[in-house]
């Protein structure tokens, strides 16, 4: 027991000192708004390169960048450990 609990310390220590930074996050999520395969997905890109709204989120051990248009999200990042995956979020 006291050993899962060291590597659950140790973790949560590694995930604080190597949670990726907002400008990791934001390169990221600008090469996802870039990679478009319809016109939709361009316009959408561009609008939200251009007037979206970006929030970067801290979670101690991981982090959370969301791009939004018209409060609508339209990439959501997550990150720890140095990693970011990014994904478009599927509009309904």
Known sequence: MRLIILLLIVGAIAGFFTRPEEAAM???????????SSPG???E???????????????????QYIVTLNNEPIVQCWGAF?????DRVQQS
Do not use: M
């Open 26 to 36: 934001r390169a990221q999520a600008d090469t996802v708004l870039e990679d478009v």
């Open 45 to 63: 890109g561009a609008g939200a390169q251009l007037l979206g709204n970006r929030t970067y989120n801290n979670f101690y051990v991981a982090s």
């Open 41 to 43: 997905e361009f316009i």
């Open 82 to 86: 140095t990693h970011v995956k990014c």
